[in-house]
Antibody, heavy 120, light 111 residues
Framework: EVQLVESGGGLVKPGGSLRLSCAAS????????MNWVRQAPGKGLEWVSS????????FYADSVQGRFTIYRDNAKNSLYLQMNSLRAEDTAVYYC?????????????WGQGTLVTVSS | QSVLTQPPSVSGAPGQRVTISCTGS?????????VHWYQQLPGTSPKLLIS???NRPSGVPDRFSVSKSGTSASLAITGLQVDDGADYYC???????????FGTGTKVTVL
């Protein structure tokens, strides 16, 4: 069974940093493109970033470009999101999601999410 | 910022048919990128409902179906059930943004 478990969320002050982690199991992690998707309280889904299986190609939404860094450790079956210069508008539940077959395919597995709150 | 537009809400009585539209542009749906649909029950993570041309993951009933034309797509739910009450999102890929785009989301209420 595919499992994605996020961790690392919490309360952080504006301008602060946080690192999210996503532990994957039940599939060959190194073969799949992985993604971060967020959802602000009471709002819709927003794609944040994608990283292909090898880690060689990375994509970001304009809203986080230059502030967030996605990376993965295939040996540890883990995905990460380093978030710097956090803003109030980054407050959201952050989901880790697997793309079924590449950067344009559907997101067929999602984690339970981890809440990031940016507030003074 | 959502690039795909959906109606905020739709409603119907049990047994009825409802449809949810998803309007994009020439850089996403109109460019031929596949549209996928997700269901988010209250307090839970999104779940893939239908991918592409009516490809349903195991356990998703065929009461859910999709169609696509030009720069738009739609999700139809027939034989509406109380358990169908949820938020629904369309999603595609956008070549100008080099990333995924989601719809604004539609809340389905079963009367």
């Amino acid at each position: 069974e595919v499992q994605l478990v996020e961790s690392g969320g919490g309360l952080v002050k504006p301008g602060g940093s946080l690192r999210l982690s996503c532990a994957a199991s039940g599939f060959t992690f190194s073969s799949f493109t992985m993604n971060w998707v967020r959802q602000a309280p009471g709002k819709g889904l927003e794609w944040v970033s994608s990283i292909i299986s090898s880690g060689n190609f990375i994509f970001y939404a304009d809203s986080v470009q230059g502030r967030f860094t996605i990376y993965r450790d295939n040996a540890k079956n883990s995905l990460y999101l380093q978030m710097n210069s956090l803003r109030a508008e980054d407050t959201a539940v952050y989901y880790c999601a697997r793309a079924s077959s590449g950067v344009t395919s559907e997101l067929d597995s999602w984690g339970q999410g981890t809440l990031v709150t940016v507030s003074s | 910022q959502s690039v795909l537009t959906q109606p905020p809400s739709v409603s119907g009585a049990p047994g009825q048919r409802v449809t949810i539209s998803c309007t994009g542009s020439s850089s996403n749906i109109g460019a031929g990128y596949t549209v996928h649909w997700y269901q988010q029950l209250p307090g839970t993570s999104p779940k893939l409902l239908i991918s592409g041309d009516n490809n349903r993951p195991s356990g998703v009933p065929d009461r859910f179906s999709v169609s696509k034309s030009g720069t738009s797509a739609s999700l139809a739910i027939t034989g509406l059930q109380v358990d169908d009450g949820a938020d629904y999102y369309c999603q595609s890929y956008d070549s100008s943004l080099s990333g995924y785009v989601f719809g604004t989301g539609t809340k389905v209420t079963v009367l």
